[in-house]
């Protein structure tokens, strides 16, 4: 949740900008639209008490507002802001103190004392944040001195900076400091929202925000305990296997830190055990255990697909009947003259009108009886699912399901009195087509007289032609057609783009030669660019003498046997890309993306072993950290174990646990950076400053506290 402690909403001196003015209906608009979850309205030496009524009201469902003043302070001969907020139980307590200081007074001209402020606003239970350093007008270290020893409770004031980074300077050197907005003009609220600090305890009001500013342990506790711990058991440590731990593990950030060689990956190992133990699958993520390019497969040693995949036909029988295809006999007109030649005597055999008929074609009726036959399995399995699958009476009616079960019977008797039909004509073409063969044959046996050629044998040559035709230009148009690269997302590499991991497709067509692609099958690529050659000159010589000598040399292209369908023809090429240019990355950046991979995936709990290694301190803090936040916000279980700054201290973890060795003997601490503690498990050793011993262990602990802070969290 983000946090604004300084907000105008009114042009109040004459030197505010007309564009401070807000109307309720644009303000509750605003807010809507962005994450502040706390907002102020301190206003120049102004409070609008209905207009804050107004606005408090407007948006109660998602935003705390709190009254507030921006006073001009005048103390040891000079000018400086401080920001008063009040807790809004007391607004009218506060209203009435604001109109008795202001009473009759300029906003431009108003001053007022610190001993005048103090009195006025303490007993109101206030918050006061003075400018200091560089947000000018400021508050000088005398004057802040002289704030200190007048409010009833020093811990109540906070400095204000300017942004993010002297906002964490300020913490670093052990001052309370926080900033707000400070709007100029209100159509930029959403976009400067984005900066405003972030806290990472959801506070739910007035009383419990200035309860964690004097970090009570109670309400800390109270919050942290709002996210269910699971408290696991664990004897890690492989030096000393009796030394029990007892870890609290919140669903959300654990951040294990400690001297190298103080048994953190031994502690992760463990976790991922126990883990796995209750039925999750779990491992830990080590930088350094694989590459970027075993991870994703990089030479395609694994990858498989499919040209069905990609919605081409396999083209299987188109293949298989290239291999087998035999040229179909034309009758000759010899076996004619021979029938004729002989004068026939028989006289049994004159009057045998049978040998006269033609012979009826049987190719139309086969065609129409597999037709029907495969719309009649098709409606026989319908039926079936709908009288096996009881889970459609849920979605449909009763009345409906039996409407469509009537009509379908008679569909199926329909279409079973058609193939009955049609199957009853194709076995009487055949069957007459028979007869009419074997009395031919019986008669030529009977009388020495060639029989009389029955069909010409053209109509089965020309099909057969014109089949071979289909087939092989079926399989050159489809292998000749472009296949959409797939595309996967490797990760980010922070500002030099997002990292793709690309596999390139394509069909061997005979004329294809890139020595970057390898075949997808277990298949060499000179018999796919052989059958693809002559698949192509079989569709070029169809009408020519020469085909079946075409067909004889597709069957045998060595390993023919390993092409048995189109997929058996792709070729694949898996590379990286980086703004559609082929790109390697480097090892370092292997690393980026392999720790971005692992934070993606949605997990339940993630184990993380020292993620920083073989990365810059901008990447961890500009992507990793963000997606661990990320992660926390979903209720994950992120466990890291490092000895970065970035990562230990900025993610603000709900858990730090440290691992001390002292003496040859290991301690096991845990606290929080809100309590600003780390405290012995077992209580044998004093608790230790979290602050402290973060900068002191961690690698860029100072950064990470000051001046590349980008989270407030003091």
Same mark, same amino acid.
């Given at each position: 949740?983000?946090?604004?402690?300084?907000?105008?909403?009114?042009?109040?001196?004459?030197?505010?900008?007309?564009?401070?003015?807000?109307?309720?209906?644009?303000?509750?608009?605003?807010?809507?639209?962005?994450? %502040?979850?706390?907002?102020?309205?301190?206003?120049?030496?102004?409070?609008?008490?209905?207009?804050?009524?107004?606005?408090?009201?407007?948006?109660?469902?998602?935003?705390?507002?709190?009254?507030?003043?921006?006073?001009?302070?005048?103390?040891?001969?000079?000018?400086?802001?401080?920001?008063?907020?009040?807790?809004?139980?007391?607004?009218?307590?506060?209203?009435?103190?604001?109109?008795?200081?202001?009473?009759?007074?300029?906003?431009?001209?108003?001053?007022?004392?610190?001993?005048?402020?103090?009195?006025?606003?303490?007993?109101?239970?206030?918050?006061?944040?003075?400018?200091?350093?560089?947000?000018?007008?400021?508050?000088?270290?005398?004057?802040?001195?002289?704030? #200190?020893?007048? %409010?009833?409770?020093?811990?109540?004031?906070?400095? &204000?900076?300017?942004? +993010?980074?002297?906002?964490?300077?300020?913490?670093?050197?052990?001052?309370?400091?926080?900033? !707000?907005?400070?709007?100029?003009?209100?159509?930029?609220?959403?976009?400067?929202?984005?900066?405003?600090?972030?806290?990472?305890?959801?506070?739910? +009001?007035?009383?419990?925000?200035?309860?964690?500013?004097?970090?009570?342990?109670?309400?800390?506790?109270?919050?942290?305990?709002?996210?269910?711990?699971?408290?696991?058991?664990?004897?890690?440590?492989?030096?000393?296997?009796?030394?029990?731990?007892?870890?609290?593990?919140?669903?959300?950030?654990?951040?294990?830190?400690?001297?190298?060689?103080?048994?953190?990956?031994?502690?992760?190992?463990?976790?991922?055990?126990?883990?796995?133990?209750?039925?999750?699958?779990?491992? %830990?993520?080590?930088? @350094?255990?694989?590459?970027?390019?075993?991870?994703?497969?990089?030479?395609?040693?694994?990858?498989?697909?499919?040209?069905?995949?990609?919605?081409?036909?396999?083209?299987?029988?188109?293949?298989?009947?290239?291999?087998?295809?035999?040229?179909?006999?034309?009758?000759?007109?010899?076996?004619?003259?021979?029938?004729? +030649?002989?004068?026939?005597?028989?006289?049994?055999?004159?009057?045998?009108?049978?040998?006269?008929?033609?012979?009826?074609?049987?190719?139309?009726?086969?065609?129409?009886? &597999?037709?029907?036959?495969?719309?009649?399995?098709?409606?026989?399995?319908?039926?079936?699912? #709908? @009288?096996?699958?009881?889970?459609?009476?849920?979605?449909?009616?009763?009345?409906?399901?039996?409407?469509?079960?009537?009509?379908?019977?008679?569909?199926?008797?329909?279409?079973?009195?058609?193939?009955?039909?049609?199957?009853?004509?194709?076995?009487?073409?055949?069957?007459?087509?028979?007869?009419?063969?074997?009395?031919?044959?019986?008669?030529?046996?009977?009388?020495?007289?060639?029989?009389?050629?029955?069909?010409?044998?053209?109509?089965?040559?020309?099909?057969?032609?014109?089949?071979?035709?289909?087939?092989?230009?079926?399989?050159?148009?489809?292998?000749?057609?472009?296949?959409?690269?797939?595309?996967?997302?490797?990760?980010?590499?922070?500002?030099? !783009?997002?990292?793709?991991?690309?596999?390139?497709?394509?069909?061997?067509?005979?004329?294809?030669? @890139?020595?970057?692609?390898?075949?997808?099958?277990?298949?060499?690529?000179?018999?796919?660019?052989?059958?693809?050659?002559?698949?192509?000159?079989?569709?070029?010589?169809?009408?020519?003498?020469?085909?079946?000598?075409?067909?004889? &040399?597709?069957?045998?292209?060595?390993?023919?046997?390993?092409?048995?369908?189109?997929?058996?023809?792709?070729?694949?090429?898996?590379?990286?890309?980086?703004?559609?240019?082929?790109?390697?990355?480097?090892?370092?950046?292997?690393?980026?993306?392999?720790?971005?991979?692992?934070?993606?995936?949605?997990?339940?709990?993630?184990?993380?072993?020292?993620?920083?290694?073989?990365?810059?301190?901008?990447?961890?803090?500009?992507?990793?950290?963000?997606?661990?936040?990320?992660?926390?916000?979903?209720?994950?279980?992120?466990?890291?174990?490092?000895?970065?700054?970035?990562?230990?201290?900025?993610?603000?973890?709900?858990?730090?646990?440290?691992?001390?060795?002292?003496?040859?003997?290991?301690?096991?601490?845990?606290?929080?950076?809100?309590?600003?503690?780390?405290?012995?498990?077992?209580?044998?050793?004093?608790?230790?400053?979290?602050?402290?011993?973060?900068?002191?262990?961690?690698?860029?602990?100072?950064?990470?506290?000051?001046?590349?802070?980008?989270?407030?969290?003091?």
């Amino acid at each position: 949740m983000k946090i604004d402690i300084h907000v105008h909403t009114r042009k109040v001196k004459s030197g505010d900008a007309p564009t401070r003015n807000i109307e309720k209906e644009r303000f509750v608009e605003i807010l809507s639209d962005t994450e %502040v979850n706390i907002l102020a309205i301190t206003n120049h030496n102004h409070f609008d008490v209905k207009q804050y009524e107004q606005f408090r009201e407007g948006v109660e469902t998602h935003c705390q507002v709190w009254p507030g003043i921006e006073l001009d302070i005048f103390e040891n001969g000079k000018r400086s802001h401080l920001i008063v907020i009040c807790n809004p139980k007391n607004y009218l307590n506060f209203d009435k103190a604001v109109s008795e200081i202001l009473d009759g007074e300029n906003p431009d001209t108003f001053t007022i004392t610190l001993q005048q402020t103090v009195e006025k606003f303490d007993t109101l239970d206030c918050i006061y944040i003075a400018h200091y350093f560089v947000k000018k007008p400021n508050l000088g270290d005398k004057e802040i001195e002289t704030l #200190i020893e007048l %409010v009833s409770n020093p811990k109540r004031i906070l400095k &204000e900076a300017t942004n +993010s980074i002297s906002a964490g300077i300020y913490i670093s050197h052990g001052h309370n400091s926080i900033y !707000g907005s400070d709007i100029h003009d209100w159509n930029d609220y959403i976009k400067q929202s984005q900066d405003l600090p972030e806290l990472r305890l959801p506070v739910e +009001s007035f009383e419990q925000f200035c309860l964690l500013l004097e970090k009570d342990e109670a309400t800390i506790n109270t919050i942290l305990d709002k996210k269910t711990k699971e408290s696991i058991e664990l004897f890690p440590f492989k030096n000393d296997p009796f030394e029990k731990i007892v870890l609290d593990i919140y669903p959300d950030i654990n951040v294990l830190f400690g001297s190298k060689g103080t048994g953190k990956t031994d502690i992760l190992e463990s976790l991922s055990k126990h883990y796995n133990s209750k039925g999750h699958k779990t491992s %830990v993520y080590k930088s @350094n255990d694989n590459h970027l390019n075993a991870v994703f497969d990089i030479k395609g040693n694994t990858f498989n697909c499919n040209a069905s995949d990609f919605g081409f036909d396999e083209c299987v029988d188109e293949i298989r009947f290239l291999k087998d295809v035999t040229e179909e006999k034309v009758t000759t007109l010899n076996k004619y003259e021979l029938h004729f +030649s002989f004068q026939e005597t028989n006289k049994i055999s004159q009057k045998l009108k049978i040998k006269s008929i033609t012979q009826e074609d049987e190719t139309p009726s086969e065609r129409v009886l &597999e037709e029907i036959t495969k719309i009649l399995d098709s409606f026989n399995s319908f039926e079936t699912y #709908i @009288n096996e699958i009881s889970e459609t009476t849920k979605y449909i009616d009763d009345e409906l399901i039996n409407e469509l079960k009537v009509i379908i019977e008679k569909i199926l008797l329909q279409l079973k009195n058609g193939t009955e039909r049609n199957f009853i004509e194709n076995k009487s073409i055949k069957l007459l087509n028979g007869i009419i063969s074997c009395f031919n044959n019986e008669i030529a046996k009977k009388t020495n007289q060639p029989p009389k050629p029955t069909k010409t044998g053209f109509l089965e040559y020309s099909r057969n032609r014109i089949k071979i035709e289909r087939a092989s230009k079926k399989i050159t148009k489809i292998i000749n057609q472009p296949i959409n690269a797939i595309d996967e997302y490797a990760g980010s590499l922070g500002e030099k !783009g997002q990292l793709i991991c690309k596999t390139n497709l394509v069909f061997h067509n005979g004329s294809f030669s @890139n020595g970057d692609y390898s075949p997808v099958k277990n298949v060499f690529k000179t018999p796919q660019k052989d059958f693809a050659n002559t698949v192509f000159s079989i569709s070029k010589h169809i009408y020519s003498n020469d085909l079946f000598s075409k067909i004889t &040399e597709l069957n045998d292209i060595e390993n023919i046997n390993t092409i048995n369908s189109l997929s058996d023809l792709l070729l694949k090429h898996k590379h990286f890309t980086l703004d559609g240019t082929i790109y390697n990355p480097s090892n370092g950046e292997s690393s980026m993306i392999l720790l971005h991979k692992e934070l993606a995936d949605d997990k339940d709990i993630y184990l993380i072993d020292e993620p920083e290694k073989s990365l810059g301190n901008d990447y961890i803090n500009d992507v990793i950290v963000p997606l661990i936040k990320e992660k926390a916000l979903l209720g994950k279980k992120i466990i890291v174990a490092t000895h970065d700054a970035n990562i230990a201290v900025r993610t603000l973890p709900y858990n730090s646990i440290y691992r001390l060795n002292e003496q040859g003997k290991g301690y096991t601490l845990t606290g929080n950076p809100f309590s600003n503690s780390l405290n012995c498990i077992y209580g044998s050793r004093p608790s230790l400053d979290w602050k402290e011993i973060s900068m002191k262990t961690l690698e860029g602990g100072k950064d990470a506290f000051g001046e590349r802070g980008k989270i407030y969290g003091n």
